[in-house]
């Protein structure tokens, strides 16, 4: 049995989560709590397996219960809010800078098209979270950040100039992602793409989050918008995103790859296509397999393609997957991530 403790302010929603929860047969909700100081305290006491978190509550707020959490007990914690306002969206993924694992909207309300689906969502998340090991993390008066060692080795193994990165990423990418972005230099001298999983009506507040550390300027990509050398684009919700032939990006409603609107795999079929091996290409942490085949197509064609390793990724599906297929020439870290690739845009033919 999962045990779940369930952090909601609102007594309705609280139960309507429990109900969800305690249907599946594998789920336990072990107790619930009104507030975060209330959550420190249960899991203190009860060391749930998984914990569900709002993130407005009164006396104290799921961020900060987030981070006493994760620096006392940690837990895999699961945020889950009804809001997609853009600016209450970046707390959320403060929360995931905190150690939260996942971010996911609340379910729809029983009777509504969406709910089935939506309740399910929760679910699995929940499920698969559980498996998740994660880390202690220290107080941030104390925390010192890991420094990337220079990446000179890897300068040699690309003779072609590059003109575009290409990342994709699930459970778990958004702090990798900001990790990745905030580490690249302000004349970073090549565009980055990046397909991000991720619950509808939460990608612009994400864009703005992964903004507020980034010398670079991060866009919500928009159709037929030129792309530009030193700038990050990020697919919208719901819409397919490929790289034309004419140097801008293309929308499209074309159906779902993997399951998945945007799909990784629809974008990294266009940069073979478009740039072949002069690309970078990568797989973060995240479920299922998205990407991976046409990782390897790009591999194939001598780009340089890189996979997160094992231990750094919340689930390991997709760069997994990769690094099963022989896709990935290198496996890294998230800390030598942005190293790595500055050597590589920097290299020249």
């Not at 895999?76 to 909207?105: H, K, N, Q, Y």
């Amino acid at each position: 049995m999962i045990k779940v403790l369930v952090v909601e302010d609102s007594p309705v929603v609280r139960e309507f989560l429990v109900h969800i929860l305690g249907a599946d047969p594998r789920i336990q909700v072990i107790g619930t709590a009104n507030d975060g100081e209330q959550a420190i305290e249960a899991v203190a006491r009860q060391r749930p397996d998984v914990i569900t978190m709002d993130l407005h509550m009164p006396k104290l707020d799921g961020l900060e219960a987030t981070r006493r959490i994760m620096e006392t007990h940690p837990t895999p914690i699961v945020i889950v809010s009804g809001s997609t306002d853009p600016l209450e969206v970046a707390t959320m993924f403060r929360a995931m800078e905190a150690g939260a694992v996942a971010v996911l909207r609340r379910p729809a309300g029983i009777g509504h098209p969406d709910h089935e689906a939506s309740a399910g969502e929760l679910v699995q998340t929940v499920k698969l979270m559980s498996e998740v090991k994660v880390i202690k993390r220290w107080p941030r008066a104390g925390r010192q950040p890991e420094l990337a060692r220079p990446a000179q080795a890897h300068r040699a193994q690309v003779e072609a100039k590059v003109k575009v990165i290409a990342i994709g990423a699930s459970t778990g990418g958004p702090p990798v992602l900001q990790t990745i972005l905030a580490a690249l230099p302000q004349d970073f001298p090549v565009p980055v793409l990046i397909v991000q999983h991720m619950a509808a009506g939460f990608t612009q507040g994400f864009v703005q989050w992964l903004a507020q550390t980034s010398s670079l300027p991060v866009h919500l990509a928009t159709h037929d918008e030129p792309i530009r050398a030193g700038h990050v684009y990020v697919a919208p919700d719901e819409f397919q995103m490929r790289v034309g032939r004419s140097g801008k990006i293309v929308l499209t409603k074309d159906e779902p790859e993997n399951g998945l609107r945007p799909s990784v795999s629809y974008l990294l079929r266009s940069v073979v296509e478009v740039y072949g091996r002069d690309a970078v290409a990568g797989l973060l942490t995240g479920m299922g397999r998205d990407g991976a085949e046409e990782l390897k197509l790009l591999r194939d064609r001598g780009a340089t393609t890189f996979a997160q390793d094992k231990d750094s990724s919340v689930v390991h599906g997709m760069p997994g997957a990769a690094i099963k297929l022989d896709a990935a020439t290198l496996i890294l870290q998230p800390e030598k991530i942005a190293t790595v690739l500055t050597s590589l845009a920097n290299n020249k033919k």
